[in-house]
């Protein structure tokens, strides 16, 4: 059947969301809520597809929330620039040095991974990890099934469950975008009505 495969993905996508382990979304609302009274920022890293999510997601954040939210991904000349001088693995931790991170703060990691240090896979989300953890900033993540270096070691971790082992990079970066937008939407968070919300009010 030519639609047997769209049944399947839509039906996997099914299962993800049942799957979900809300204790930890809820840790991660409260932590970004906590991060708000103090007056803290938050930084999204991703690579790839997720970087692309890392700009959405500050919109969000910013318009929707109120928090004070940046992504060094959003300025490609300082990103390339940093990756040509320093080399990629670096990038983000020297973005958040000169971004003086300080303990008030929050890195947001949006990652399929999660980093892998043996693999060297997304090594410049373990280093900027690293950088949080030394300054005290708290480290939260969405990632995909593995969980990788970021479901280790950060405060609160989301952790996407698998629906395809051969799909788990576009599920994992589809919802990325249905949790930050969960996130947003919370009350504790949400501090601005959305447009097309407030239009038919």
């Known amino acids: 059947m030519p639609q047997q495969f ?22 991660l609302i409260n932590l970004l809520a906590e991060a708000r009274n103090k007056s803290g920022r938050v930084f999204v890293l ?18 929707i929330t109120g928090l004070e939210a940046y992504t060094p ?4 000349s300082e990103l390339t620039a940093r990756t040509n001088d320093h080399g990629f693995e670096s990038v983000f931790s020297s973005w958040l040095e000169t971004s003086k991170l300080k303990p008030e703060d929050v890195i947001f990691i949006l990652s399929v991974g999660g980093g892998h240090a043996e693999k060297k896979v997304s090594v410049n989300l373990i280093e900027a990890i690293s950088f949080a953890k030394q ?10 099934p593995k969980g990788g270096h970021t479901a280790e070691t950060a405060d609160v971790c989301v952790i ?5 082992p051969e799909r788990i990079t576009p599920h994992s970066e589809s919802f ?16 601005a009505q959305t447009k097309w ?3 038919a009010k």
């Open 197 to 199: 919300e407030s239009m």
């Open 73 to 76: 991904v959003d300025n490609v």
């Open 160 to 164: 996407i469950p698998e629906g395809h």
């Open 135 to 144: 300054v005290g900033a708290k480290v939260v993540g969405i990632v995909g």
């Open 176 to 191: 990325q975008a249905v949790i930050w937008h969960l996130v947003v939407s919370d009350p504790r968070l949400k501090a």
């Open 46 to 63: 991703g690579i790839g597809g997720s970087a692309a999510n890392a700009s959405h997601m500050v919109n969000d954040l910013r318009k």
């Open 6 to 27: 769209i049944k399947q993905y839509l039906d996997e996508a099914e299962q993800i969301i049942k799957n979900f382990d809300v204790e930890s979304i809820d840790n």
